[in-house]
């Protein structure tokens, strides 16, 4: 690396803000530094989404395996290994971990191992790491730093008896009991994995549902799914006096004024997330901020000019799809390829069986803002393919302008929820109505039918209900 040259771009961060950020301007022609302690891959990559899906698919698997006998297929001796679930959650994180790095190299990205610090606009020190003490002088800055877990003061993460997502992915030894606080994305997908293998989940959240984001009828069929399966749901729940003894957790639920003491082996954490901006800036350097999270405008630029921000240091929503979406639109408009556009509508996805994935409004939302609207919506009873496949968990519920039938929102909840969700994604990106996608025929059989009738009933045309 000439780190006599200056830099284009330097990237703070080799997450999915960061990296991609680091490659668009690579794919532009210019000369570009991502600063970054670990691999490349960022959280995402190699602590959040990409393992933690290869938990949950031998999760799946080992589910449907237990229950095959209902297909005509009959399996005795039926084991798992937990230690090596884990271990290929990792293999699978080295692999595409090795992917960005190749791409790095392939649009000649310099990667500097170490953290970034903004010394003044224009120069970033990478601090700590083997790169430690090198001097990068730059034209644009691109912080990508994204959160990490949010812990409970005076509550020691460990990484045996209290975890964050981050510990859990790597958990040396399955415990037999857990409570885990915050039933969000990341705490309901650790409750379907570890009951999957039968540890004793208590999931416990202090709002009125799981899955506290989404529509309220999607909660329902998750919560009564997970109870179903073992999993002891605690909605409008608080945890109180945790105390971690020699052999476990100790705690107390609170609900009202009723309170319930437990004591199990293990606590995971999953109560959101906090900026990551330790020993990013100095104290010449003074970005506004709100609440913790980086200001930007409507071309991702911070209060210091030449200096960016992008994905989750930004704030809400912490998603890794949104994160990459920012990053490419502020590198391209930082360098004049186009005007950099701010994200309106996202998908949100939740892998636990039955999935969940939505996009827009929810109802709730619709009727506190006055808006009218119409809802269709389909089973997945009704569905063939559904039915066939041992899956009918679940609806499509798709909500519309009145006038017009414009896409508002969508939710689905059941098997390949979250690939479905992208046609209405699309769908609103293009405008498209209620009327014309329930008009685009559908291959069938197929779950993705299950779209076309929820548009079908809005107007109370659909087929198959």
């Known amino acids: 690396m000439d780190t006599s040259t200056k830099y284009d771009l330097v990237v703070i961060g080799g997450g999915p803000a960061g990296y991609a950020a680091a490659i668009r301007a690579g794919q532009l022609g ?3 530094a991502c600063v970054e302690m670990e691999r490349p891959g960022g959280t995402c990559l190699n602590w959040g989404c990409i393992p933690s899906k290869a938990l949950l698919k031998s999760a799946e698997l080992y589910s449907k395996l237990s229950h095959c006998d209902e297909f005509g297929i009959s399996v005795s001796g039926l084991e798992y290994d937990f230690p090596k679930i884990i271990a290929r959650s990792r293999n699978v994180a080295d ?21 970034g610090h903004i010394i003044v606009p224009g120069m970033v020190e990478v601090r700590d790491g083997s790169d430690k ?36 992915l790597v958990m040396k030894k399955q415990p037999k009991s857990i409570v885990i606080v915050g039933a969000g994305a990341i705490g309901a997908e650790f409750a379907y994995f570890l009951n999957a293998f039968g540890t004793k989940v208590t999931l416990v959240e202090m709002m009125d549902q799981v899955l506290p984001v989404e529509d309220h009828e999607v909660a329902k069929v998750v919560q009564r799914s997970f109870s179903q399966s073992g999993i002891d749901c605690r909605v409008s729940t608080k945890v109180e006096n945790i105390k971690v ?14 309170k319930e003491s437990l ?5 995971l954490l999953a109560i959101g997330v906090v900026a990551n901006t330790n020993g990013l800036l100095s104290p010449k350097v003074k970005l506004e901020m709100d609440r913790g999270y980086i200001t ?15 994905g989750d240091i930004i704030g809400p929503p912490w998603l890794a799809h949104v994160a990459t979406y920012e990053a490419v639109q502020a590198v391209q408009g930082m360098f004049g390829h186009g ?16 999935q969940v994935a939505s996009i827009g409004k929810t109802e709730k939302a619709l009727k506190e803002a006055g808006t009218p609207y119409k809802v269709g919506k389909f089973p997945f009873q009704a569905s063939g393919k559904a039915v066939a496949s041992n899956t009918s968990e679940g609806f499509v519920k798709l ?8 896409v508002l929102g969508a939710h689905i909840v059941g098997a390949d929820a979250t690939e479905m969700i992208a046609e209405y994604g699309l769908a609103m990106k293009l405008e498209a109505t209620a009327e014309e996608i329930h008009g685009t025929i559908h291959a069938h059989p197929t779950m993705s039918e299950a779209m076309m009738e929820a548009a079908a009933a809005v107007f109370g045309e659909a087929i198959h209900i």
Not at 301 to 308: L, V
């Open 339 to 354: 005007k950099a556009q701010r994200v309106t509508d996202f998908p949100g996805c939740t892998y636990c069986l039955p």
């Open 133 to 168: 003490g090198t001097i990068l002088s730059t034209e644009k800055i691109l912080i990508a730093t994204g959160c990490k877990p949010r812990t409970l003061p005076d509550i020691e993460v460990d990484g045996d008896k209290v975890m964050t997502s981050r510990e859990a």
């Open 296 to 310: 930007v405008n409507e071309s991702y630029e911070t209060s210091i000019e030449g200096i960016y921000a992008a």
């Open 399 to 406: 909500l519309v302008g009145e006038k017009y039938g414009e």
């Open 95 to 115: 692999t595409m971990a090795k992917g960005i790095g190749f791409l790095f190299k392939k649009n000649k990205v310099d990667h500097y191992v170490g953290t």
């Open 30 to 32: 210019k000369k570009v």
């Open 245 to 258: 003894t020699k052999t476990g957790v100790s705690l107390d639920l609170l609900k009202g004024n009723e």
């Open 263 to 267: 004591k199990v082996e293990s606590l």
